[in-house]
């Protein structure tokens, strides 16, 4: 997958590559077809996400709706909620 079109904001990917390589995250923002921004609420926090491309992520299935309506509908979303989120998607690793 090299692009952002089957994306969405609250999905979780995996790192593949880099110094964060297997490392678990949620989608925040789409830049453009390239590039969003990943946050895991630990190393990356909401206020400094990491710009990754899209070929450097395996991207599971799964939306965390809870979390894209909490961002769309401007309520705080906090580096803990984000950590607690993707809590079960670590114990798989």
């Known amino acids: 997958?090299?692009?952002?079109l089957d994306l969405e904001i609250?999905?979780?990917v995996r790192s593949k590559a880099g110094r964060d390589k297997g490392n678990v995250?949620?989608?925040?923002d789409i830049l453009d077809d390239?590039?969003?921004l990943i946050v895991d609420g630990d190393v990356?926090?909401?206020e400094n996400p990491k710009?990754?491309?899209v070929k450097h992520l395996a991207v599971y299935n799964?939306?965390?709706r809870d979390f894209q309506s909490r961002l769309?509908?401007?309520s705080e979303v906090n580096n803990a909620y984000i950590r607690k989120l993707l809590e079960p998607f670590k114990e798989n690793i």
Do not use: E, P
């Open 25 to 28: 995250f949620l989608i925040l």
């Open 1 to 4: 997958m090299d692009s952002t």
């Open 44 to 46: 990356r926090k909401i």
């Open 10 to 12: 609250g999905q979780v």
């Open 51 to 53: 710009k990754k491309k």
């Open 62 to 64: 799964t939306i965390l």
């Open 34 to 36: 390239k590039y969003v």
């Open 72 to 74: 769309k509908s401007g």
